[in-house]
């Protein structure tokens, strides 16, 4: 009996020595969440009213940043294989090439570019015209017929635009390939032809492909940001996906789950008082944070240091220390992004409980022990 004793009592102090490392609960303590970002694995980022200032300057990290070099103009139409033009040739007097008793003009209403590039026109030949504008064409052939015709003049315009052209799919009313109008035209004009979106700006994704390179942005952020309604160039390519933004919210708070965008920014404060708000006897005020994958920019303007990216990603925390009053402030300033998880941590008192209650019940476990070592004995 006594054997039995000495064996509880030893595994019940190891249990009050070890217990932290094995207690149920959800997830870290705010004190180990900075512990561990020692490890490199993650950065840490306290969120004060800098960091909030220089987050809300560049939240837009999207098409505009990205293709700003070459879409902050509109570009020159050119004319490509399979295009039909309208070429109209003029003459000083009569008795000309092109010139008659009636008129002084011919024009050739719809001239096709061929294969090779070039258009035939009488007594100028074949003409090289693709990749050129139609200014440099007109005078590319009044060049041709200046040694033949009086004193010519010539006007070529794109009758069908089938080589400056962009393709729309995904959740648009009407996909296809739709021609680019000689005055440019941007992303939401595009979109306007095909029909607009199907769904919501603020739950429809644009994904850009120009090239080599590819950007992602909302719908909503694009209108609300010119700086994001790029022009559209010549082969680009406009995939529209209908994908709601959504953030998570665990921990410490009423109701945890996956929570949908109701509006097209919500902040901290907003998320968690969605789920409820954080639970009195549980949440640890000083430990909300926010988990994303940063862009690596965003981190050095606010001066962070990090280390390992992942798909081009900083793995970041952000956290808001909600026992200061003046961090309201900053919740209501913080603005969540898609994908974002928010995480509220237990206190230390409430993993203190879950200890004694397990000492607690290891302590009855003895008593009964005992208990019935002692009615053995009787």
């Known amino acids: 009996m006594v054997r039995t004793v000495q064996a509880v ?17 959800e997830g ?23 960091v909030v200032q220089i987050l809300a300057g560049r939240s837009n990290i999207g098409l505009g940043s990205r ?3 070459s879409s902050n103009a509109a570009p020159n139409s050119t004319i490509g294989i399979g295009d039909a033009l309208s070429i109209t040739i003029w003459e000083a007097g009569e008795g000309g090439l092109f010139s008659s008793q009636q008129s002084k003009n011919a024009t050739f209403p719809n001239v096709i570019v061929e294969r090779s590039g070039e258009i035939s026109l009488p007594y100028a030949g074949a003409i090289p015209v693709a990749g050129k ?4 064409v007109q ?13 010519p003049q010539a006007m070529v315009t794109i009758a069908k635009n089938e080589h400056n052209t962009v393709v729309m799919s995904g959740d648009v009313a009407r996909p ?4 680019i109008a000689l005055e440019g035209e941007r992303l939401l004009d595009v979109i306007a032809a095909a029909g607009g979106t199907k769904f919501p700006a603020r739950e429809t994704y644009v994904t850009f492909v120009r090239g080599g390179a590819t950007g992602m942005q909302l719908v909503k ?17 406009i995939y529209l996906s209908h994908d709601p933004k959504r953030y998570t919210v665990l921990g410490a708070v009423t109701k945890p789950g996956i929570y949908v965008f109701e509006a097209a920014q919500v902040n901290v404060l907003e998320a968690v008082a969605s789920a409820g708000g954080l639970l009195d006897a549980r949440a640890d005020a000083s430990g909300l944070f926010v988990f994303r994958y940063e862009h690596p920019e965003r981190l050095e303007s606010i001066g962070a240091k990090y280390g390992r990216l992942m798909h081009g990603r900083v793995p970041t925390i952000y956290r808001i220390d909600m026992s200061h009053a003046r961090s309201y402030f900053f919740a209501q300033s913080f603005m969540l992004e898609d994908k974002d998880s928010v995480f509220v941590s237990n206190a230390r008192a409430v993993e203190v409980g879950k200890i004694l209650r397990l000492i607690n019940m290891a302590t009855s476990s003895v008593g009964n022990v005992v208990g019935a070592g002692r009615n053995f004995n009787d």
């Open 221 to 237: 952020s694009i209108i609300d940001d010119p700086r994001e309604n790029v022009y559209v160039r010549r082969g680009d390519r």
């Open 176 to 179: 296809g390939r739709y021609p």
């Open 67 to 69: 293709f700003e070099r």
């Open 139 to 151: 005078k590319l052939i009044v060049s041709r017929l200046s040694q033949q015709a009086i004193q």
């Open 28 to 50: 870290p303590l705010a004190i180990e969440v900075e512990q561990q970002s020692a490890d490199n694995d993650y950065v840490t980022v306290d969120v004060n009213a800098d």
């Open 133 to 136: 504008t139609p200014r440099s």
């Open 9 to 25: 009592s030893i595994l019940l102090a190891a249990l009050s020595v070890s217990a932290c490392s094995f207690v149920p609960r």
